[in-house]
C-alpha cells in the first residue's frame, strides 16, 4: 500500500507542520468573540473576596503542632511556598482556587513557587519534587489522587517541609506525613441541597437527580447527602430517576430532555454540579417551560449558576468553596509559629437563593 | 477459520445472517420502538420522537463521514476534536457575526481534513495513526483556542439549534439532507465510484489510474467538515460553547452507528441509510434505558452487546 503512495514525505511534513502553526497564529490574532463586541460585559472581577471561614474543629478534633510533626519554626513572611495544582486551570473551580492561593501568597508578601499537573498524576509527583528542589519550605497540595504519594512524602520529611492538601485527602497519616487536611464536606453539601429542595417543592412530589461522573467520591457523597436527608426529613419527596450527566453541560441536557419527556410531572432536578444543572435549564427551555415550572438546585457557585437564580430558572445553589487561600496560609502560618492546628479542617460553603443571589453575584466565581 | 465454519455450516443459517447483515438494524429499531410504544409511557408523542431524532441528529451527521471514510477502508479518529474545534472556533468568531463565524469553523475543519488526508494518501501513514494524532492535537488546539466553556447568545445561532420549519427542526433537516446527499454521493456520481473501488483494493484502482490521493483527501476534509457541521450544530443547541467535552467519544459511537448499519470496517462498501438506522438505534437503545432510569453502566453493556451481534451478522460477509 505505501509503495504505491510514496511521494514526497519529507517535504509533506514540514508544510503541514507550516501550516498547522499559521492557523493556530491567524487564529488567536484575529477572533472576536462575543464579549469583545459588547465592550464592558465583565463586571468587575470579585474583589469581594467571599470571606473563608472555617465549620470545623469541633473542640475535640485532633490537632498537630511542629513539635509533634518534626521541623523548626519559620517565619511565614520571607517564606517559600510550593504549591502544586492537579488539574489545569480550565474550570471555574480550579481557576478560582489557584488565583485564591496566589491573591493570599502575595497579600502576606510570601514568595510562592506554582506548578501544574495537567491531570497526570505521574507528572504531580515530579512537580511536587521539582518544588522541594527549588527550596519551597512549605506545601501546598491540591491532589489528583489520594493515593501513591509515599516517595514525595519521604522527600518531604527528609526535608521536614510541611504539608497541607486542599480539596482532596492524601491516604496517610495526618501530623505525620502532612499536617492538615482543607476541605469542603460534600455530603454536607448534598444535605443542604436537599434542604432546598424540600423548601421549593413543599416536600412532596418526585424529584430526579442528575449525578456526576461514576466512581468519583464527589458524586457518591453529594447523592449520599441528598437521599439522607430526603429520607429523614421528608419522606414524601421521592427521587424516581438518577441518571449520570457526567459533570458536563451538554450531558446535563440531554439527560433532561429524557427526563421530562418520560416523567412530565416532575417536581425537581438536583443536579450535582452547576454545568449539569445548566444543561437542565436549557433542556426546559427548549421543550417550552416556564422559569420556575422545575424546581433547580445545583451544587458549586459558578457565576452561571448564580446569574441563573437571578433570572429565576434555578432555585438555589449551594456553594462548594474553591477560594483555599486565606485558610491555607491561615493554617500554615499558626503551625510555623508553633501553635496546635488541627488535622482536619472543613470549610465553610456558603449557599444562593433568591434573597441574596442578585446581591452576591459579584462572590460567585467563573 | 471462518470460511471453514462457514462452509460447515447449514446453507439457512448463512441465509439467515445475510438477512440479519442487511435488515438487522432496521429490524433492531422496530423492535426497540415496539417494546417503548408498549411499556414506556408518553412513548408515542411527537415532542419524544422530536427529542430523539434531534439528539440523534449530531452523531448521524458524523456517522455519514465516518462511513464514506471506512468505505475507502480508512477511519477517522479526529471526528470529536474536530467538534470541540468547530465549538471553540464558532465560540472565537461570533464576534463578526454568525455567517463569518460558520466560514472560519470550515477553513479549519478542512484544514484537519486535509491533514489527515495528506499523511494517509500522501505520506502514507495508517489511517488509525494520522488520525489519531490528529484527535488529540486537535482537541488540544480546541483547548488553547478557548480553554473554558463560554456562553453564546448570538440570536441566529440560537435558533440554528432550536428553530424548526413547519415543525421539524433545523437540525434534522441538515442530518436528512446530508444523508441524502451522501447517500447520491455513494451511489451515483463518479467520486462516489471512486472511493468505493478505492476501499476494495488501493493497489487495483491505483493501476486503473483512479486519482487516488486525490479522492482519499477529499474524503478525509469531507469528513471533517460534516464533523463541523455537527459541532456547531450541538453547540448552537446548547448555546454554550464547551470544547472540553464536546464530542467526546463521538468517534466511538460514529464507528458503532457505521458498523451496526452494516458498512464492513473492510471498505468497498457503504451503506448510509443503514449508518442512519444504527445512529437510531443506538439512540434507541440509550434513551430506553434512560427513560427506565437503569443504571448508566448497562447502557454501555447493551451497546457493546449489539456491537457484537452486529459484528458478527457482517462475520460471513467479510470473505468475498
Known amino acids: ?366 | 477459520m471462518a470460511e471453514a465454519a462457514l462452509r460447515t455450516a447449514p446453507p439457512d443459517r448463512t441465509r439467515v445472517l445475510q438477512w440479519l447483515q442487511t435488515y438487522g438494524v432496521y429490524a433492531g429499531v422496530a423492535l426497540l420502538l415496539v417494546v417503548n410504544i408498549a411499556v414506556t409511557p408518553y412513548f408515542l408523542s411527537a415532542e419524544n420522537f422530536r427529542t430523539q431524532a434531534v439528539q440523534v441528529a449530531p452523531v448521524i451527521i458524523v456517522a455519514i463521514g465516518m462511513a464514506l471514510v471506512i468505505g475507502t477502508e480508512g477511519i477517522d479518529l479526529s471526528v470529536g476534536a474536530v467538534m470541540a474545534l468547530a465549538a471553540s472556533v464558532t465560540a472565537l468568531y461570533l464576534g463578526y457575526g454568525l455567517l463569518p463565524a460558520l466560514l472560519v469553523v470550515a477553513v479549519f475543519a478542512a484544514a484537519i481534513g486535509l491533514a489527515n488526508g495528506a499523511l494517509v494518501a500522501l505520506v502514507g501513514v495508517q489511517p488509525i495513526v494520522a488520525t489519531l494524532a490528529l484527535m488529540v492535537g486537535g482537541r488540544g488546539l480546541a483547548l488553547v483556542l478557548l480553554p473554558q466553556l463560554e456562553d453564546l447568545r448570538n440570536p441566529g445561532l440560537a435558533s440554528l439549534g432550536s428553530g424548526a420549519v413547519l415543525g421539524v427542526p433545523y437540525l434534522i433537516l441538515v442530518a436528512g439532507v446530508l444523508a441524502l446527499l451522501a447517500a447520491f454521493v455513494v451511489r451515483r456520481t463518479t467520486f462516489g465510484r471512486q472511493l468505493l473501488a478505492i476501499g476494495d483494493s488501493r493497489p487495483a484502482a491505483q493501476l486503473a489510474g483512479l486519482p487516488v490521493r486525490r479522492v482519499l483527501i477529499i474524503v478525509y476534509v469531507l469528513c471533517a467538515l460534516l464533523a463541523a457541521v455537527a459541532g456547531v450544530l450541538a453547540t448552537a443547541r446548547l448555546q454554550a460553547s464547551d470544547p472540553t467535552s464536546l464530542g467526546n467519544l463521538m468517534e466511538l459511537s460514529a464507528i458503532t452507528a457505521v458498523v451496526v448499519g452494516g458498512t464492513p470496517l473492510t471498505g468497498g462498501r457503504v451503506n448510509i441509510a443503514g449508518t442512519v438506522a444504527g445512529a437510531v438505534l443506538i439512540q434507541l437503545l440509550t434513551a430506553t434505558l434512560i427513560k427506565h432510569d437503569l443504571p448508566p453502566s448497562w447502557t454501555q453493556i447493551a451497546q457493546a452487546i449489539v456491537i457484537v451481534c452486529a459484528v458478527y451478522a457482517a462475520r460471513g460477509r467479510g470473505k468475498r
Not at chain 1, 52 to 67: L, M
Not at chain 1, 248 to 265: C, D, N, W, Y
Not at chain 1, 307 to 330: C, H, K, M, Y
Open chain 1, 1 to 366: 500500500m505505501q509503495r504505491t503512495t510514496h511521494r514526497s514525505p519529507l517535504l509533506a511534513r514540514p508544510v503541514i507542520v507550516a501550516m498547522a502553526a499559521a492557523v493556530a497564529l491567524t487564529a488567536t490574532s484575529c477572533a472576536k468573540s462575543e464579549d469583545d463586541a459588547s465592550a464592558g460585559g465583565k463586571s468587575p472581577s470579585a474583589a469581594a473576596d467571599a470571606g473563608q471561614k472555617v465549620a470545623s474543629p469541633k473542640p475535640g478534633g485532633k490537632t498537630c503542632t511542629i513539635d509533634a510533626y518534626g521541623g523548626e519554626k519559620l517565619d511565614l513572611e520571607g517564606a517559600t511556598v510550593g504549591f502544586s495544582q492537579s488539574e489545569k486551570e480550565a474550570n471555574p473551580f480550579r481557576i478560582a482556587e489557584t488565583q485564591s492561593i496566589k491573591d493570599e501568597a502575595a497579600k502576606r508578601g510570601v514568595k510562592l513557587l506554582t506548578a501544574n499537573a495537567q491531570s497526570q498524576f505521574s507528572k504531580q509527583i515530579s512537580d511536587v519534587q521539582d518544588l522541594l528542589a527549588k527550596g519551597a519550605d512549605l506545601l501546598v497540595i491540591a491532589p489528583l489522587n489520594s493515593d501513591g504519594w509515599d516517595p514525595v512524602l519521604q522527600a518531604a520529611a527528609a526535608k521536614k517541609v510541611p504539608i497541607v492538601t486542599i480539596d482532596r485527602k492524601i491516604n496517610a497519616t495526618a501530623c505525620e506525613d502532612y499536617v492538615s487536611f482543607i476541605a469542603s464536606d460534600f455530603v454536607e453539601q448534598g444535605r443542604r441541597a436537599a434542604d432546598l429542595m424540600i423548601e421549593a417543592t413543599g416536600g412532596k412530589g418526585e424529584v430526579a437527580i442528575l449525578l456526576g461522573a461514576a466512581g468519583n467520591n464527589v458524586t457518591t457523597e453529594r447523592t449520599k447527602g441528598f437521599k439522607d436527608r430526603v429520607a429523614e426529613k421528608a419522606p414524601g419527596l421521592k427521587v424516581v430517576f438518577e441518571q449520570t450527566g457526567d459533570f458536563a453541560r451538554e450531558k446535563g441536557q440531554q439527560v433532561t430532555e429524557q427526563l421530562i419527556q418520560s416523567k412530565p410531572g416532575i417536581k425537581g432536578i438536583y443536579a450535582e454540579n452547576d454545568e449539569m444543572g445548566l444543561g437542565a435549564v436549557a433542556a426546559l427551555k427548549g421543550a417550552g417551560k416556564k422559569a420556575g415550572d422545575v424546581e433547580i438546585v445545583t451544587v458549586d457557585g459558578t457565576r452561571n449558576a448564580v446569574q441563573g437564580i437571578v433570572d429565576g430558572w434555578i432555585t438555589g445553589v449551594v456553594e462548594s468553596n474553591p477560594r483555599f487561600g486565606p485558610l491555607a496560609f491561615e493554617t500554615l502560618d499558626a503551625f510555623t509559629q508553633g501553635k496546635e492546628v488541627a488535622q482536619d479542617i472543613i470549610i465553610e460553603d456558603g449557599a444562593y437563593d433568591a434573597s441574596n443571589a442578585e446581591r452576591d453575584l459579584g462572590r460567585a466565581y467563573h
